[in-house]
């Protein structure tokens, strides 16, 4: 059984323990599992952070069981999907000003997981530089300036 299948079993019965009734379905190129819930809105939590907190404890368990395993996301209901498209789209028009103003924009703080996914959004974009703070804060903000 590979970690993904691991995850997959792991999160199903974890979430039928709790009580929840769920479809939990793999997407092998993202290491995504996708939850169908009539519970989505009490999985997810105010403003994603139950989920976020599903996410870690499934990662820590599947790494108690595999030391090498592969960081699994979780996204329930596409709720995850929807806001990274949402945060891709606002960090877009920010960009859009910068380019336009020339003057560099601190972006509000972001967990990791965000800031790793607007750093390779812009990785290749001609015009937009990014960088975070080199700061120990766990929340941290990401600057968009021009090149």
């Given at each position: ?8 079993e ?23 599992l ?19 907190e599903?996410?870690h ?15 699994v996301?979780v996204d ?16 877009d ?5 910068v380019?336009a103003t ?20 812009f ?7 990014t ?13 968009l300036?021009p090149?």
């Amino acid at each position: 059984m590979d970690t993904l299948d691991h995850a997959q079993e792991t999160l199903d019965a974890m979430l039928g323990y709790l009580g929840f009734a769920a479809t939990v379905s793999a997407d092998r190129a993202t290491s995504t599992l996708h939850v169908t819930s009539g519970d989505g809105p009490l999985l997810i939590g105010e403003n994603g952070e139950r989920l976020e907190e599903i996410q870690h404890l499934l990662n820590r368990i599947v790494l108690d069981h595999d030391k090498t395993a592969p960081h699994v996301h979780v996204d329930i209901e596409n709720y995850r999907a929807t806001r990274d498209h949402r945060l891709i789209e606002e960090a877009d028009e920010i960009a859009s000003r910068v380019i336009a103003t020339g003057r560099t924009v601190k972006l509000e703080p972001m967990n990791a997981y965000q800031r790793r996914l607007i750093h390779h959004h812009f990785k290749d974009h001609p015009a937009i530089a990014t960088w975070s703070p080199g700061d120990d804060a766990r929340i941290k903000r990401i600057s968009l300036s021009p090149r």
